[in-house]
C-alpha cells in the first residue's frame, strides 16, 4: 500500500512538472483570439482601459515565454485573455446604451 502511494504521488509530481516546463501555447492564443473579438467589438474605443490592460499582459506574457518562465506566461496570459473579455463585454454593453 505504501508502494502504490509513492507510485502515485511520484506521478503526480512528474505530471504537475511536465506542466511547468511546458509552453502555454494555448493560453497564448486564446488571449491574442479574445484580444482580437474585442478590437473587432470596438473595445478601442469603447474599453479602452480594460483593453489596454489586456495588451499589456499579453506583452508580459510574450517577454515571459521569452524567457522560458512558462508559469508567468501562462499566468499573464490568462489575465490578458479575462482582461480582453471584460473588454467585450464592457464595449457591448456600451453599445446597447
Known sequence: MK???QVILL?????LAACETAPPVQEMSDARQA???AKEAGAADRAAFHLK???RYLA???QKLGER???QARRDA????M???DALKASEESNDN
Not at 506521478?11 to 505530471?15: E, I, L, P, S, Y
Not at 490568462?78 to 485573455?81: L, R, S, V
Open 78 to 81: 490568462n489575465q490578458a485573455k
Open 3 to 5: 508502494t502504490l502511494l
Open 35 to 37: 484580444i482580437a473579438v
Open 11 to 15: 506521478a503526480t509530481a512528474v505530471f
Open 69 to 71: 518562465a512558462y508559469s
Open 53 to 55: 490592460a489586456a495588451e
Open 83 to 85: 482582461k480582453a473579455l
Open 60 to 62: 508580459s506574457a510574450e
